[in-house]
């Protein structure tokens, strides 16, 4: 009578706790970061194509789905140690052999744009200016440096130039300051 | 327990941790009266000499400026404009070595003095009458920043929505050999005092502090005497040690209370100002004359009158030197500031700005090049002397493995470059240079991360507004396309391809009613009936015409079998070619063709013959046809077939007839054609 009483007892616990945890897990359930999500954090953003994709968010479904990581010559060996942490896979190095060394923008020589659109179109984020027949520029502040708009241009006048370096983006230089003093 | 404003009141100092106690070296300059500079040949002015974005200009190449007039003019709150310092000409707007370590060219302005050193019109506040906005107003206008070194918009820091308990007025001047704000005090207290009057007229403390280090003791009599008659601005003397003027060690020193990370003074209701800026607010506000010269220690032992100078904002460190009697050494270095936080100057041509206290030049015995660095020996006096408690260590581990996540876990941010830790190491490591590069590497990664961010915001913005057009077009032809059928409908007019349609297949329902075969019997019936009467009339008048024929025919009919034998060949024949036929004819319709075998099977023996001749006859004729005139309709071109092979039992006589007509008839159509 006992053993029934106690096995009842802790049938009844098992169940108890059960559908408590059950419940919680239901109801208090975290919302993880999907896994796409966190490598397209991860990617630079330039929407250049490089990777072979149309834009970063293929990418990222693409790596989730078994990709090589280190098709990302804009994010570098940065992008793809951080990659190589969260997917946990060996970092490679980067599949293209160029990789730029300055980040750079796309310049329109005003005078020689004749106004086509063409890398309006291409520009994968908005951030050439212009009408059609009327003069295009690019907005510096968003442009990504992908140059896609430089191949679609019929006349040739889209420069890439690297960005200038400011005070405010310049990188300190070591033992440009002597702080020693003697005695 | 007293309160704290009670212990401050009282006099109570605290302490900060770490520091260290560098020589200080101030007295070659401290004793010396303020001298003034020549007006110098060129001055150059950065347009932008704060922290900030750089005003818009207002002058152009060859204009005349007067002294004090703005060259450039805020369009926003974080801009500062920049002033004249004396009347002259704008030679050029050019690109000038700036005064930051990095030594990258800037937008400058070049001013040729013209000697005059006429001022432009001067419009002095009474700063009883007036509100604090046309007071804030005026400080931004006449161009003040912070001169402490990092240079913030002092409107924005006398401007503050909070509340403020504190006003700390900054006079500690830490740094070894500067003694710039120490000649001020003694030159000018009561005119520092009314700036702080009018600080306080902005912010409303509770008090002021003024903390001066107590190597000063000219200093602290003459602004103590200058405060005598304000009995909430306590003049406080703390101990000498680096870097006690550091704005967050100040405060620990002066209130016990510390920043939090990543805050501001401002947000535990305190706001500090340099001793320099309360003149120069002072300046501004009550003579209208705003920030165009400030005082700079001249130092090291290169020179041969170290003092403090009044030196014109713009005026070529050259010049400086210069008047101070600068010997220059082989490999010598002129650093701007002080040696604890200055940097080398890469070359003499570099301008006094707003933001410059010192410009030192020692010697290399004064202050030797740093040693080769070693290997960290994890002694830990950088973490006992660095005044924000960091771990100067694990950062410099942390810096150099370009960790940033751990280096923004061990509060670099916090570090405030004051380079303690750099003094006091025993391996010479520049520690502070491994902190400014990762900070700055920290900064690049963030603004990255920032783009990078709006960059996605933008393409996925562009990729909505693609799939949106997409869907517009589409829905647009969709709509467009119902609009035209229904307005066909409405106008009456079917669809001219569903009529045309619906036309053919009634007519294709017609024909294969036709086919059925009885009623291809009874049409052949009777179209074997008409060739007959046809035929008979025909005969009959051949007959009249031409007795020779009907006597020839009459011979063929006794000769019944040569003509079967005959036909038979003619009928292998006329099959050879309409295999020929059809293979050329893909046109042609199979049942048609087949309709003239039809009529053989039904026609008796010597028809059949008679009319295999015919056919065979017609084929040819038809190939010539059909090879010139596709088009042509192969029954058509058998009905002459048709009509001749109709004859039942003296059929013999007619085929022959028929046989010469079909040939007479295809010579005819030769002949035609």
Same mark, same amino acid.
Not at chain 1, 144 to 157: K, S
Not at chain 2, 93 to 101: A, F, K, L, R, W
Not at chain 2, 626 to 642: K, L, M
């Given at each position: 009578?006992?053993?029934?009483?106690?096995?009842?007892?802790?049938?009844?616990?098992?169940?108890?706790?059960?559908?408590?945890?059950?419940?919680?897990?239901?109801?208090?359930?975290?919302?993880?970061?999907?896994?796409?999500?966190?490598i397209?954090?991860i990617l630079p953003?330039?929407?250049?194509?490089q990777c072979g994709y149309?834009?970063c968010?293929?990418y990222a479904?693409a790596i989730?789905?078994g990709d090589d990581i280190n098709k990302c010559p804009p994010g570098g060996e940065a992008t793809i140690k951080k990659l190589a942490e969260l997917m946990?896979v060996e970092a490679k190095p980067l599949n293209a052999a160029q990789e730029?060394?300055?980040?750079?923008?796309?310049?329109?020589?005003?005078?020689?744009?004749?106004?086509?659109?063409? !890398? /309006?179109?291409?520009? $994968?984020?908005?951030?050439?200016?212009?009408?059609? @027949?009327?003069?295009?520029?690019? *907005?510096?502040?968003?442009?990504?440096?992908?140059?896609?708009?430089?191949?679609?241009?019929?006349?040739? !006048? /889209?420069?890439?130039? $690297?960005?200038?370096?400011?005070?405010?983006?310049? @990188?300190?230089?070591?033992?440009? *300051?002597?702080?020693?003093?003697?005695? | 327990?007293?309160?704290?404003?009670?212990?401050?009141?009282?006099?109570?100092?605290?302490?900060?941790?770490?520091?260290?106690?560098?020589?200080?070296?101030?007295?070659?300059?401290?004793?010396?009266?303020?001298?003034?500079?020549?007006?110098?040949?060129?001055?150059?002015?950065?347009?932008?000499?704060?922290?900030?974005?750089?005003?818009?200009?207002?002058?152009?190449?060859?204009?005349?400026?007067?002294?004090?007039?703005?060259?450039?003019?805020?369009?926003?709150?974080?801009?500062?404009?920049?002033?004249?310092?004396?009347?002259?000409?704008?030679?050029?707007?050019?690109?000038?070595?700036?005064?930051?370590?990095?030594?990258?060219?800037?937008?400058?302005?070049?001013?040729?003095?013209?000697?005059?050193?006429?001022?432009?019109?001067?419009?002095?506040?009474?700063?009883?009458?007036?509100?604090?906005?046309?007071?804030?107003?005026?400080?931004?206008?006449?161009?003040?920043?912070?001169?402490?070194?990092?240079?913030?918009?002092?409107?924005?820091?006398?401007?503050?929505?909070?509340?403020?308990?504190?006003?700390?007025?900054?006079?500690?001047?830490?740094?070894?050999?500067?003694?710039?704000?120490?000649?001020?005090?003694?030159?000018?207290?009561?005119?520092?005092?009314?700036?702080?009057?009018?600080?306080?007229?902005?912010?409303?403390?509770?008090?002021?502090?003024?903390?001066?280090?107590?190597?000063?003791?000219?200093?602290?009599?003459?602004?103590?005497?200058?405060?005598?008659?304000?009995?909430?601005?306590?003049?406080?003397?703390?101990?000498?040690?680096?870097?006690?003027?550091?704005?967050?060690?100040?405060?620990?020193?002066?209130?016990?209370?510390?920043?939090?990370?990543?805050?501001?003074?401002?947000?535990?209701?305190?706001?500090?100002?340099?001793?320099?800026?309360?003149?120069?607010?002072?300046?501004?506000?009550?003579?209208?004359?705003?920030?165009?010269?400030?005082?700079?220690?001249?130092?090291?032992?290169?020179?041969?009158?170290?003092?403090?100078?009044?030196?014109?904002?713009?005026?070529?460190?050259?010049?400086?030197?210069?008047?101070?009697?600068?010997?220059?050494?082989?490999?010598?270095?002129?650093?701007?500031?002080?040696?604890?936080?200055?940097?080398?100057?890469?070359?003499?041509?570099?301008?006094?700005?707003?933001?410059?206290?010192?410009?030192?030049?020692?010697?290399?015995?004064?202050?030797?090049?740093?040693?080769?660095?070693?290997?960290?020996?994890?002694?830990?006096?950088?973490?006992?002397?660095?005044?924000?408690?960091?771990?100067?260590?694990?950062?410099?581990?942390?810096?150099?493995?370009?960790?940033?996540?751990?280096?923004?876990?061990?509060?670099?941010?916090?570090?405030?470059?004051?380079?303690?830790?750099?003094?006091?190491?025993?391996?010479?490591?520049?520690?502070?240079?491994?902190?400014?590069?990762?900070?700055?590497?920290?900064?690049?990664?963030?603004?990255?991360?920032?783009?990078?961010?709006?960059?996605?915001?933008?393409?996925?913005?562009?990729?909505?507004?693609?799939?949106?057009?997409?869907?517009?077009?589409?829905?647009?032809?969709?709509?467009?396309?119902?609009?035209?059928?229904?307005?066909?409908?409405?106008?009456?007019?079917?669809?001219?391809?569903?009529?045309?349609?619906?036309?053919?297949?009634?007519?294709?329902?017609?024909?294969?009613?036709?086919?059925?075969?009885?009623?291809?019997?009874?049409?052949?019936?009777?179209?074997?009936?008409?060739?007959?009467?046809?035929?008979?009339?025909?005969?009959?008048?051949?007959?009249?015409?031409?007795?020779?024929?009907?006597?020839?025919?009459?011979?063929?009919?006794?000769?019944?079998?040569?003509?079967?034998?005959?036909?038979?060949?003619?009928?292998?024949?006329?099959?050879?070619?309409?295999?020929?036929?059809?293979?050329?004819?893909?046109?042609?319709?199979?049942?048609?063709?087949?309709?003239?075998?039809?009529?053989?099977?039904?026609?008796?023996?010597?028809?059949?013959?008679?009319?295999?001749?015919?056919?065979?006859?017609?084929?040819?004729?038809?190939?010539?046809?059909?090879?010139?005139?596709?088009?042509?309709?192969?029954?058509?071109?058998?009905?002459?077939?048709?009509?001749?092979?109709?004859?039942?039992?003296?059929?013999?006589?007619?085929?022959?007839?028929?046989?010469?007509?079909?040939?007479?008839?295809?010579?005819?159509?030769?002949?035609?054609?």
């Open positions: 009578m006992t053993l029934i009483t106690a096995l009842l007892a802790l049938g009844v616990l098992a169940l108890l706790f059960g559908a408590l945890l059950g419940y919680s897990a239901i109801r208090f359930k975290v919302e993880s970061d999907p896994l796409v999500e966190q397209d954090d953003q330039t929407q250049c194509g149309p834009g968010r293929p479904e989730a789905n946990g730029p060394a300055v980040k750079r923008v796309a310049f329109i020589r005003e005078d020689e744009c004749i106004g086509c659109t063409k !890398c /309006i179109q291409a520009c $994968p984020v908005d951030a050439i200016l212009g009408a059609s @027949k009327l003069m295009h520029t690019v *907005i510096a502040e968003e442009c990504t440096g992908c140059d896609l708009c430089v191949e679609p241009c019929p006349v040739d !006048c /889209i420069d890439m130039i $690297p960005i200038p370096v400011t005070p405010e983006r310049w @990188k300190w230089d070591l033992q440009a *300051i002597p702080v020693k003093l003697v005695e | 327990m007293p309160s704290l404003f009670q212990q401050i009141q009282a006099g109570a100092l605290w302490d900060f941790h770490g520091g260290v106690h560098p020589p200080v070296r101030k007295t070659q300059t401290s004793s010396k009266p303020i001298a003034n500079l020549p007006l110098p040949d060129r001055l150059y002015l950065p347009v932008r000499q704060h922290i900030g974005v750089a005003g818009q200009l207002s002058i152009t190449t060859g204009e005349r400026v007067l002294k004090g007039q703005a060259l450039t003019f805020a369009d926003n709150s974080m801009v500062v404009p920049v002033h004249a310092p004396t009347s002259g000409t704008i030679i050029a707007i050019t690109e000038h070595t700036s005064p930051h370590p990095s030594a990258l060219p800037e937008t400058v302005i070049v001013l040729e003095p013209d000697g005059a050193d006429e001022w432009r019109p001067r419009q002095p506040l009474n700063i009883v009458s007036c509100d604090n906005q046309t007071i804030l107003e005026r400080i931004q206008d006449n161009g003040i920043a912070g001169m402490g070194g990092a240079g913030f918009p002092t409107h924005l820091k006398a401007g503050m929505s909070q509340p403020v308990d504190y006003l700390i007025i900054n006079a500690v001047e830490c740094e070894p050999y500067i003694s710039a704000d120490d000649a001020l005090m003694q030159e000018a207290p009561t005119t520092i005092v009314k700036g702080i009057d009018i600080l306080c007229k902005l912010l409303n403390p509770k008090a002021v502090l003024i903390g001066i280090e107590d190597d000063k003791p000219i200093a602290i009599a003459a602004l103590k005497a200058a405060c005598s008659q304000r009995e909430h601005y306590y003049v406080r003397e703390v101990p000498v040690k680096y870097p006690s003027g550091g704005e967050k060690q100040l405060i620990q020193l002066l209130t016990n209370k510390e920043v939090p990370a990543g805050r501001r003074p401002a947000d535990i209701g305190i706001v500090m100002q340099n001793v320099g800026t309360a003149f120069a607010v002072a300046q501004a506000v009550l003579d209208d004359h705003p920030l165009i010269s400030r005082i700079v220690t001249v130092t090291g032992e290169t020179l041969v009158h170290p003092q403090n100078v009044h030196a014109l904002i713009g005026t070529p460190v050259a010049a400086l030197l210069d008047f101070c009697g600068f010997q220059a050494e082989q490999r010598q270095k002129v650093i701007m500031g002080g040696p604890m936080m200055g940097f080398t100057l890469p070359d003499l041509s570099v301008p006094v700005v707003k933001t410059t206290n010192c410009i030192l030049a020692p010697t290399a015995t004064e202050l030797p090049d740093a040693g080769p660095e070693l290997d960290c020996i994890r002694c830990s006096s950088c973490a006992d002397a660095c005044p924000a408690t960091l771990l100067p260590q694990q950062l410099l581990w942390y810096s150099k493995a370009k960790d940033h996540d751990k280096l923004q876990e061990y509060n670099l941010a916090d570090c405030i470059e004051c380079g303690a830790c750099a003094y006091v190491c025993p391996s010479e490591i520049p520690l502070v240079q491994y902190y400014r590069i990762a900070k700055a590497d920290i900064r690049e990664q963030q603004r990255e991360a920032l783009k990078a961010e709006q960059a996605k915001a933008r393409f996925e913005a562009r990729n909505a507004r693609l799939e949106a057009e997409k869907q517009a077009r589409l829905a647009r032809n969709q709509q467009l396309a119902a609009a035209r059928e229904q307005a066909q409908q409405q106008s009456g007019a079917t669809n001219a391809v569903a009529d045309a349609l619906t036309r053919i297949k009634t007519k294709q329902a017609e024909h294969a009613a036709e086919k059925t075969r009885e009623q291809i019997l009874a049409e052949r019936e009777q179209k074997k009936q008409q060739a007959r009467d046809y035929q008979a009339q025909k005969a009959a008048s051949a007959k009249q015409d031409e007795p020779t024929q009907g006597a020839l025919s009459a011979d063929d009919s006794s000769a019944t079998k040569n003509a079967a034998v005959a036909a038979a060949i003619a009928r292998a024949k006329a099959k050879k070619e309409q295999a020929a036929l059809t293979a050329d004819t893909a046109t042609t319709n199979a049942s048609d063709t087949e309709q003239p075998g039809n009529s053989e099977a039904i026609d008796p023996r010597q028809a059949a013959v008679a009319a295999a001749i015919a056919r065979a006859k017609a084929k040819k004729e038809q190939a010539a046809l059909t090879t010139d005139t596709a088009t042509t309709n192969a029954s058509d071109t058998e009905q002459p077939g048709n009509n001749e092979a109709i004859d039942p039992r003296q059929a013999a006589v007619a085929a022959a007839i028929a046989r010469a007509k079909a040939r007479k008839a295809t010579a005819k159509l030769e002949g035609e054609e």
